[in-house]
């Protein structure tokens, strides 16, 4: 299994940016990719982007442009550049590392004010 916690979320205006953190523990050799996700209320949980293993990303069309992922394996963490955030950005943001496991982290909340 792999543990991930998030950090990096906050309260930040419109147009602020913020840098999510997600530090991964345990078995980070079975991971093939790790990937970014939210969930506002009462929505369902969606995808934002991925990076592969060798540093692969894919993003999803509503964040590509304003959202970087990155990874620094030397800290077995993923993070997530977010820039010129908008109220409708707010939601648990959360991490999953896919491959042998899959296993998600407990979240962190943003909230973007206008």
């Known amino acids: 299994q792999v543990r991930l916690v998030e950090s990096g979320g906050g309260l930040v205006q419109a147009g602020g940016s913020l840098r999510l953190s997600c530090a991964a523990s345990g078995s980070i050799s079975t991971i093939n990719y790790m990937g970014w996700y939210r969930q506002a209320p009462g929505k369902r949980r969606e995808f934002l982007a991925r990076?592969?293993?060798?540093?692969?990303?894919y993003y999803d069309s509503s964040v590509k442009g304003r959202f970087i992922i990155s990874r620094d394996n030397t800290q077995n963490t993923v993070y997530l550049q977010m820039n010129n955030l908008r109220p409708e950005d707010t939601a648990v943001y959360s991490c999953?590392?896919?491959?042998?496991?899959?296993?998600w982290g407990q979240g962190t909340q943003v909230t973007v004010s206008s």
């Open positions: 999953g590392a896919f491959g042998l496991y899959s296993d």
């Open positions: 990076i592969s293993s060798g540093g692969s990303t």
